[in-house]
């Protein structure tokens, strides 16, 4: 099965998270299957902090992937986000 998580990277205390499409029996920053984007908790102001291609998210969700509770949140936020923006 596929899911849309986050996978970690950064350093320690500078968490920087790539959100990608993986199996669910990889390991959280193993291998996977495509970088939909990306999560950057403490991106100071003025900086971008989050970025998800939509477009991608929506193939692998038709095609029966399920998304992390942290993604689901993150995918309400940016789709609100692009909507003000638009």
Do not use: C, W
């Amino acid at each position: 099965m596929v899911v849309i998580r986050l996978a970690r990277g950064g350093s320690k205390k500078r968490p920087f998270y790539n959100v990608v499409a993986a199996e669910a029996s990889q390991r959280r920053d193993g291998r996977f299957i495509e970088r939909l984007g990306f999560y950057n908790p403490v991106a100071g102001e003025g900086h971008e902090n989050l970025r998800l291609q939509m477009d991608r998210v929506k193939h692998f969700t038709d095609n029966g992937a399920q998304v992390s509770p942290a993604v689901a949140r993150l995918l309400k936020e940016y789709s609100a986000k692009v909507a003000s923006a638009a």
